[in-house]
């Protein structure tokens, strides 16, 4: 896990100087998510691929920006699913981007997932990884150095309310608008790394990305971005559903698969799952 953890910080490092030197023009290509490519994005997953690459015990990638799995030594025991650049359509406004890591023992799935990590690309670039603890490191001077533990609160304040509004289910508005009337505070900015490390941050909350009239599944990526985050959120103390069930239960049946999602502290997420079951 060391050599994984060494490869994730030399990509993150690479990766800052392509964001603050690299052209950030559209390229022609489409992702398997059917997204527009940025050239940024592209550049930023073969920076991974290449560290991951030398590092043996990777068995398998999966990448947001390839379409299918490729394996990089098949005798070695983990398999890493990652965004390499979560909310890269922001970075022409210069707002905060991030890269996301889920690291699974022999083989992909939530059930088999030990490790989870992001990097935000903001005015500093700070890290999170979460096996046994979340902890917190930030980019000084060229190195990741350890700030602390992040723990949640039981309760939060601040509510990241993800998806078309115009789209919402009627009793998932009335919940939203249900958290504000109580004095949550709206944070949003399109990324999901900064939006939910805001919320880490600061001590608790709600993230949403629900179902919608448009995306009955959500537009969140199970591998990539949404199993992930959940680790990261429960190791911290706090939850991650999709409305029903833990997200950590979910399987997936093909890489890019999406799910509805909720991360959030406990008061915020029981509210969801009440809500959710009324509305089953
Ligand atoms: P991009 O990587 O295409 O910018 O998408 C970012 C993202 O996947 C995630 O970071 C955000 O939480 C989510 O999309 C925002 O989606 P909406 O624009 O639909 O709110």
Redesign the pocket.
């Known amino acids: 896990m060391d050599d994984i953890f060494d490869a994730i910080q030399k990509s993150a490092k690479r990766i800052k100087d392509v964001i603050d030197t690299k052209d950030v023009g559209y390229s022609q290509k489409e992702n398997a998510s059917g997204?527009t490519q940025l050239e940024l994005d592209i550049k930023c997953d073969m920076i991974i691929e290449e560290e991951f690459s030398r590092v043996a015990c990777i068995n398998t990638i999966a990448s947001e920006e390839k379409e299918h799995a490729e394996t990089l030594h098949s005798d070695g025991q983990y398999f890493i699913a990652y965004?390499p650049?979560?909310?890269?359509?922001?970075i022409d406004v210069n707002l905060s981007v991030?890269s996301i890591f889920g690291i699974y023992d022999g083989g992909f799935g939530a059930e088999n997932m030990v490790a989870a990590c992001y990097v935000v690309y903001g005015p500093r670039v700070e890290m999170v990884f979460a096996q046994n603890k979340t902890k917190l490191y930030l980019l000084q001077a060229g190195e990741f150095e350890f700030v602390k533990e992040i723990r949640l609160n039981e309760k939060g304040k601040l509510m990241a309310p993800?998806?078309?509004q115009q789209n919402w289910e009627s009793y998932h508005k009335e919940m939203i608008d249900g958290f504000f009337k109580e004095g949550y505070r709206l944070r949003?900015s399109?990324?999901?790394?900064p939006?939910l490390h805001q919320i880490l941050l600061k001590g608790g909350g709600l993230f949403s990305?629900p179902a919608t009239s448009d995306k009955p599944n959500g537009?969140?990526r199970r591998l990539f971005?949404v199993f992930p985050f959940a680790f990261v959120y429960k190791i911290a103390g706090g939850e991650a559903t999709n409305g029903h069930e833990d997200l950590m239960s979910l399987g997936y049946a093909h890489v890019h698969d999406t799910s509805p999602c909720f991360f959030g502290s406990k008061y915020e997420t029981t509210r969801v799952k009440e809500v959710y079951a009324k509305n089953a």
């Open positions: 997204e965004d650049l979560d909310g890269s359509s922001l991030g993800g998806g078309t949003y399109g990324g999901m790394v939006d990305y537009k969140l971005e």
